[in-house]
């Protein structure tokens, strides 16, 4: 691995991006005002559907689906690629990565910061990219086992579940150390108190407008819409956490240490991103709900490629890896998932070999 | 009030700050290009003329109000997914509009940008774009004009103050658009000196016309060095207006106070001066209206860092998106793809933009 050539694996690799850049245009922004448009759809007849449980049940469960639906277009495909400045050459007001928010616990303003400085950057780098088990789960060994490990399981069905919570929580905790860290004197633009301020207006807000507001607008329906709003951001939860999990958190995805990565070529880095990502075959659909992670190998080398592009791209970056002998590390959703709960599970007793 | 609360409801509960833009791609499936904040047109003619000047004709959507001669509007319009905004003066005048309720832009298309050569070929008859609300003060003085209302309190003082306009290149736009409005409303001298190079006037046989109609108006079509040769003299009581080029505006300023003429210009550059690339030079960069200096040769970042401008650094190398922040006017390069921008308000990222003219930013 040491005789690669890093030089040559980075040119193959820019020019697929440079290429693939040079043809976005007016097809990309069309797919996602059709995908926004899709999200809106769902969300407005998923909201009018939890009304008509009285009619028949399974219409209530249909509107849940539909909710469902609407808020992992939202956050996957729309806001996560939006929030990376996937859009930002349409120069649209709305969908660009300065003023998208999503609809989830999480303010997008210190995700944004965290996530695409952090965990894009330092991808798998232990002890830089706290994205790497979320400081709650020992993934690798590069972790001192400690009893809570042992039941490491149950914590991980429990992050899933609260999923939304758990992430702004460590966005917020992860950016004050993120800014705590910045040079003296320098102009501190985030203070801790506009920090909790967000992490409390935002998390207030998304509790008022599902279990508050929208099911006291449904006057006797109170408990079938709130209840309906709760399976929905669960099944949201879920199923963001999964896809996530998948992308990072396979039994094959390597890590790194602090040491390796310094004075890291762009050659270099790209090589850790491809190692540190594993991908998940599906249909086309499939996609599009995964919010295009389902490529993640492809989103970490160019987080900033329109997903639109992405199944595009993966034909070229598969080729190349090849050529290089490196792992292109993708499989079904129940293989790869699986995978992860073997590496949960492996990692929860001590010096798993 | 009804709008208000639903725009805060909307950031609230919708994570829109305007309740029209979230609704935004929606409403574009019923109503073409229809945005939140501005107007829609419709394209009704496009003609290209001699010199690289585009005519566009639009019809504004009935909500839109007529401009005052001389103003202009920012045109915005999706060209292969992007949406690209430039500031543009309407040649038409309020009474075409009145009449017609259609609105002529005259653009003078430069090579360098992605927008004007472009609008051309890629704007369709019938296709609709955005326009925002008229606006400028670069107007034609009211006391020079016969107003019906005013008409019994008019001094005579007034009415004959002769004026004096200098027109640059495109800088003809506002001229022509209050020439055709007020000529008829005045019967002080009005002299028009237009220069462009060799057959590149727009307007000539209008202009003509006009100057045929009314006696007290007068129009020189020059080079510039026939300008240069022949130099303009003022008197003190005329009223000097004048659209064109940076330089050619200071000139004209200069003589006019010299004269103790009341000078009036249009504001916006035309287009901005690009540096030569290669060759290090220092431009402007206004960061959230402070001024900073920088050399044309290295990524913005690093240069503004050092002079303890409020910048925020990441990775470095363009991944991150840390730095980034709006660029309102001016060219950079993108020093990942070579990508030369264009003059309009984009998202740019400081750590891999080189300016190549005088900026304007903001975080
Ligand atoms: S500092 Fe990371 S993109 Fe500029």
Redo the contacts with the bound molecule.
């Keep these: 691995m040491t005789q690669m050539n890093y030089e040559q694996f980075a040119q193959e690799l820019d020019a697929i991006k440079l290429n693939t850049m040079a043809k976005v245009g007016d097809k990309d922004a069309k797919y996602i005002r059709r995908v926004i448009r899709w999200q809106r759809y769902t969300g407005w007849s998923g909201r009018i559907m939890l009304l008509t449980g009285l009619i028949h049940p399974a219409l209530w469960v249909l509107g849940i689906l539909l909710l469902a639906v609407s808020k992992i277009l939202d956050n996957m495909e729309i806001g996560h690629n939006v929030m990376h400045g996937q859009y930002d050459w349409m120069n649209d007001k709305f969908i660009n990565s300065q003023n998208f928010e999503w609809d989830i616990a999480c303010d997008g303003k210190s995700w944004n910061r965290v996530h695409n400085?952090e965990h894009h950057t330092y991808t798998n780098v232990i002890g830089k990219d706290r994205d790497f088990g979320y400081g709650l789960l020992r993934l690798s060994n590069d972790f001192r086992w400690k009893v809570k490990n042992l039941w490491q399981f149950i914590t991980y069905i429990n992050l899933s579940l609260l999923f939304q919570w758990g992430i702004a929580y460590h966005e917020l905790a992860a950016e004050r150390v993120f800014i705590g860290k910045k040079k003296e004197g320098r102009d501190q633009r985030t203070p801790h108190s506009e920090l909790k301020h967000r992490f409390f207006s935002k998390g207030a807000r998304q509790i008022l407008k599902d279990y508050v507001l929208f099911p006291l607008l449904a006057g006797p329906l109170f408990l079938w819409v709130l209840v309906g709003n709760l399976i929905a951001n669960l099944l949201r939860n879920l199923w963001t956490s999964t896809i996530i999990f998948c992308g990072h958190f396979t039994e094959h995805v390597h890590t790194f240490t602090e040491a390796s990565i310094e004075n890291e070529t762009r050659g270099q880095w790209y090589y850790r991103q491809a190692l540190g990502s594993s991908n998940i075959q599906g249909s086309k659909g499939f996609h599009v709900m995964t919010g295009h992670l389902s490529f993640q190998i492809e989103h970490h080398l160019f987080p900033d490629l329109p997903s639109s592009r992405y199944q595009e791209v993966a034909p070229q970056v598969q080729a190349v890896f090849k050529k290089y002998q490196l792992q292109y590390n993708t499989g079904s959703f129940a293989t790869q998932y699986s995978s992860v709960l073997k590496r949960i599970l492996k990692y929860s007793l001590p010096n798993a070999a | 009030m009804l709008s208000t609360t639903l725009n805060k409801l909307s950031l609230w509960f919708l994570h829109h700050r305007a309740f029209s833009g979230y609704i935004e791609p929606v409403m574009q499936q019923f109503k073409p290009a229809w945005r939140q904040g501005l107007y829609r047109a419709q394209v009704i003619d496009v003609t290209k003329t001699i010199g690289d000047f585009v005519h566009i004709t639009l019809q504004p959507q009935p909500q839109w109000k007529v401009h005052q001669a001389g103003q202009h509007v920012e045109f915005t319009a999706e060209l292969n997914g992007r949406l690209l905004t430039r500031i543009f003066t309407i040649a038409s005048s309020p009474e075409q509009y009145a009449k017609h309720k259609i609105i002529t832009l005259v653009i003078k298309c430069n090579e360098l940008g992605r927008f004007t050569p472009l609008l051309a070929d890629e704007l369709s008859i019938n296709s609709w774009i955005n326009i925002s609300a008229a606006q400028g003060d670069f107007t034609f003085n009211d006391s020079l004009i016969n107003r019906d209302e005013n008409k019994a309190k008019s001094s005579v003082e007034n009415t004959t103050k002769p004026a004096v306009m200098v027109a640059g290149g495109s800088g003809i736009t506002p001229m022509y658009s209050m020439l055709s409005e007020h000529l008829s409303a005045t019967s002080a001298p009005v002299y028009l000196r237009y220069i462009a190079p060799e057959n590149q006037h727009q307007f000539v046989e209008s202009l003509e016309l006009l100057a045929k109609k009314h006696s007290n108006f007068t129009v020189e079509f020059m080079t510039r060095a026939e300008h240069a040769a022949k130099p303009l003299t003022l008197s003190a009581e005329a009223q000097v207006y004048c659209c064109g080029p940076q330089g050619l505006m200071l000139d004209i300023e200069t003589l006019s106070k010299n004269a103790g003429a009341n000078f009036y210009q249009e504001h916006f550059s035309l287009a901005p001066i690009v540096t030569e690339d290669g060759v290090d030079v220092d431009v402007t960069v206004t960061l959230n209206g402070k001024a900073f200096t920088a050399s044309n040769q290295q990524n913005l970042?690093t240069q503004l860092e050092t002079q303890n401008a409020p910048v925020i650094?990441?990775?470095?190398?363009?991944?991150?998106?840390?730095?980034?922040c709006t660029k309102k006017s001016g060219l950079v390069k993108n020093l990942l793809t070579g990508d030369v921008s264009d003059s309009g308000e984009q998202i740019i990222?400081?750590?891999?933009s080189q300016p190549l003219s005088d900026l304007e930013v903001s975080i």
């Excluded at chain 2, 650094?313 to 980034?324: A, D, E, S």
């Design positions: 400085f | 970042l650094r990441g990775c470095g190398i363009g991944v991150c998106h840390q730095c980034q990222q400081l750590c891999i």
